[in-house]
């Protein structure tokens, strides 16, 4: 996906015939189950430094992964309901509850829902409100079903400002409006609520099912004519509104994979059986004749799928969505994910990132982990464009080991959110302590990963299609 600069080639080449050995007898065996292959042991190592508390800690944070635009940082607190620029260790505030737009009454985990911006002098911004200001008409609706009923309405606002050279947003101005809220049957909904600027300026947006856990997305995640469990693209003059994908589940982040802007990735969290890790062309999802479609929900050939694996529907009563069966191969009008993993015995999992980073990464294509324990993971660079395998990350403990996340900074709940700062680097937001690190990969004497693209490109494992045909 990137090239590897020139200084760092005979280093790994004089890794690959130790690396190759090492990973014929580590890499897991195709699960013989109905769950993806396990997640493959690996030297990748990052080291953590601590830049500066971004976020009040707090056991019920709801903070956004942060926002770099152009040369500022920006931190979403949604749930204390205010947007900061950050500098390393200091802050200030560019949005908060005294100022937001008329008749806009933020309500809920994500009362201030996200942002997005370019560098240019428009920025985007969310906000979910228990009230609908006049200036957006009318909302898109919710699904006309049951399971979406709500006692009170609530909303997705998006906004457009105006972005001053200091970072400062002005003048508000309504594109358009989603209903949104919790089922009666819920004790909580999927809200996605990811955004990112297209290279044409418009913006991209992520709506979730809109469901809970016990749902396998209805027949409404398939459903074009609606918006949930959608990537839409939203002009930002007119706020018309377009279906670019069906199918995702929650996506919570959307990062290009390069300076290029030519490709975006982003995870999808799982229900039943896999975390997704998705790639699609921007030139495939703004050619809206064309509708991708990530697989979440009931299609209309009757099957509901995640990962590579087709799941049922859940009872609705307790008994949640389960794997029925593997997806034989790439599916004609469906996106395989670019990787993907489940969880290994774990109750819960749910995925957060990727994050990429010319500045911080070698051998690390994508790094993403579970948001809750903060376990690491990684894709490695150029392997391939579909089912890329998922290696463990670990974490330098500062005195020539290597441990987890977890321990190394002493916590049993981590809340991961990945973020790029201004110059490009990675970083990692604890949205549970609000702390932030900066995450640079330590690269070892004898790189595993660049025997890795040798031995799967001998194995016909190289590249497949991103798109397939309807």
């Known amino acids: 996906m990137r090239i590897r600069p020139a200084s760092l080639r005979p280093a790994l080449l004089s890794g690959l015939v130790p690396g190759l050995c090492a990973l014929a007898l580590s890499a897991p065996a195709t699960a013989a189950t109905l769950e993806p292959p396990a997640v493959s042991p690996s030297p990748l190592t990052v080291s953590l430094d601590f830049v500066g508390q971004f976020a009040t800690a707090g056991n019920q944070n709801n903070v956004a992964s942060p926002i770099p635009i152009g040369d500022h940082l920006y931190v979403v607190d949604q749930k204390r309901g205010k947007i900061t620029i950050q500098d390393g260790a200091s802050s200030r505030n560019v949005l908060d509850l005294t100022d937001v737009p008329p008749d806009v009454t933020p309500v809920g985990k994500s009362g201030f829902m996200n942002m997005a911006g370019d560098g240019g002098p428009v920025a985007y911004v969310g906000f979910t409100s228990s009230t609908l200001p006049a200036g957006f008409g009318t909302a898109q609706a919710l699904p006309n079903d049951p399971n979406y009923h709500q006692p009170e309405k609530h909303y997705q606002l998006i906004y457009a400002y105006d972005r001053a050279a200091?970072?400062?947003?002005?003048n508000p101005r309504a594109l358009t409006a989603f209903e949104t809220g919790q089922s009666t049957r819920q004790g909580g909904a999927h809200f996605g609520e990811a955004?990112?600027?297209?290279?044409?300026?418009?913006l991209l947006l992520?709506?979730?099912d809109n469901l809970n856990q016990l749902y396998d997305g209805l027949t409404h995640?398939?459903?074009p004519t609606t918006t949930v469990a959608k990537l839409l693209i939203?002009?930002?003059?007119?706020?018309?509104?377009?279906?670019?994908?069906?199918g995702v589940r929650n996506v919570q982040q959307l990062s290009y994979t390069d300076a290029s802007r030519t490709r975006i990735a982003f995870s999808d969290i799982g229900r039943t059986v896999a975390e997704e890790i998705n790639v699609i062309d921007v030139a495939d999802l703004v050619d809206t004749a064309e509708v991708e479609n990530f697989g979440w929900g009931r299609n209309a050939d009757g099957l509901n799928r995640e990962g590579t694996f087709y799941v049922n529907q859940g009872d609705f009563m307790g008994e949640v969505p389960g794997a029925t069966g593997a997806i034989p191969g790439e599916e004609p009008g469906f996106i395989t994910p670019y990787a993907q993993f489940g969880r290994e015995g774990a109750p819960w999992l749910a995925?957060?990132?990727?994050i990429l980073s010319e500045v911080s990464f070698n051998m690390i294509d994508m790094l993403f982990g579970d948001l809750a324990t903060g376990a690491l993971y990684a894709t490695m660079e150029g392997i391939g464009d579909t089912l890329?395998?998922?290696?463990?990350v670990g974490v330098a403990d500062g005195f020539g080991g290597v441990t987890t996340l977890a321990d190394y900074l002493g916590i049993t709940r981590a809340d991961l959110r990945f973020f790029n700062f201004t110059d490009g680097s990675a970083g990692v937001l604890l949205e549970r302590t609000g702390m932030a690190y900066r995450i640079t990969e330590?690269?070892?004497a004898v790189p595993l990963p660049a025997s890795a693209l040798l031995l799967l490109g001998g194995l016909g494992l190289m590249a497949t299609r991103r798109r397939r045909p309807a």
Request: net charge negative; aromatic share 2%.
């Open 442 to 444: 330590v690269v070892t």
């Open 206 to 208: 992520s709506r979730g």
């Open 351 to 354: 995925v957060s990132g990727p």
């Open 221 to 223: 995640a398939q459903d």
């Open 388 to 392: 890329n395998t998922v290696y463990s």
């Open 234 to 246: 939203i002009d930002g003059q007119t706020g018309a509104t377009q279906v670019a994908a069906t």
């Open 195 to 202: 955004m990112l600027v297209l290279p044409d300026g418009r």
């Open 166 to 170: 200091d970072g400062s947003l002005s």
